[in-house]
Structures are given as C-alpha cells and as structure tokens.
C-alpha cells in the first residue's frame, strides 16, 4: 500500500494498493518505488500541499487499515457517536403503544418500557457529551 499523509496531523491524504513489484527487470526495485511514491506525492502538490508538509510511504495492509480506522473515528463527530448509541426508536414506540393497552399489566410494561428508553437516551448524554 502507498500512502500520503499530512506531516503536522498524520491524517491520510492518499492511498494507492498495489506497486510494490513491478514486470520490468531492467528497472531496480528502489527506482520503481521512489517512481510510484513520485505519483502520490505529485497529487499532493498538485491539491496544494507543499512537499514539506507531506509523507509518502508504503505501509503494510494490516497497518494501513489500522492507521484508517483511526482517522475515520478521529473525524467522527459527537452526533455520529451519539447515532449508533441510541436505543432503538422503535422500543419507544413500542412502550407508548402498551402505555395505551386497556389491560393494566401491558400498561405498566409499556410505562417501564418508555422509562428505560429515556434513561438510556440520557445516559448516551452523558458518555457522548457534546463538544
């Protein structure tokens, strides 16, 4: 995997599979790789990062996909965070649906049902807070 990242912030600016061998043996293994790693950091340039502001590397797939993982949760906003946190709404609407059961036991259920959707909505709140 060839990669470009941004010095200051480590974040992925690029990254290309592939070219680390090459059909070509009249061509050295080092000439080829600094030539594909010339692509990436030519598009970088070419987006208007200046060169020393830039990295480019291979990195071994296991590691990329680390390094990407981190990023795409670093990038993650509290609201991100909070989505896949939430209770299901459809256990809020099951609970206001038996709140209004004319059979006592199905109401109470219904009632506990709804308590314990906003508890854990309030509770996504306080371990996402927002900022």
């Known amino acids: 995997m060839r990669v470009c990242i941004e010095k200051a912030t480590g974040r992925i600016i690029e990254s290309q599979s592939g070219g680390e061998t090459h059909p070509d043996p009249k061509v050295k293994d080092d000439e080829y790789a600094a030539k594909n790693l010339d692509t990436l950091l030519q598009n970088a340039i070419n987006a208007g990062y200046a060169e020393d502001e830039i990295e480019?590397?291979?990195?071994?797939?296991?590691?990329?996909?680390?390094?990407?993982?981190?990023?795409?949760?670093?990038?993650?906003?509290?609201?991100?965070?909070?989505?896949?946190?939430?209770?299901?709404?459809?256990?809020?609407?099951?609970?206001?649906?038996?709140?209004?059961?004319?059979?006592?036991?199905?109401?109470?259920?219904?009632?506990?049902?709804?308590?314990?959707?906003?508890?854990?909505?309030?509770?996504?709140?306080?371990?996402?807070?927002?900022?």
């Open 56 to 131: 480019v590397f291979y990195e071994n797939d296991a590691d990329f996909e680390v390094r990407m993982a981190a990023q795409v949760e670093s990038e993650r906003t509290y609201i991100d965070r909070r989505r896949v946190a939430y209770p299901d709404p459809m256990e809020l609407n099951d609970g206001l649906v038996k709140q209004h059961s004319s059979d006592p036991d199905i109401q109470a259920e219904g009632d506990a049902q709804v308590a314990k959707y906003y508890e854990d909505c309030l509770k996504v709140k306080e371990d996402i807070p927002k900022s």
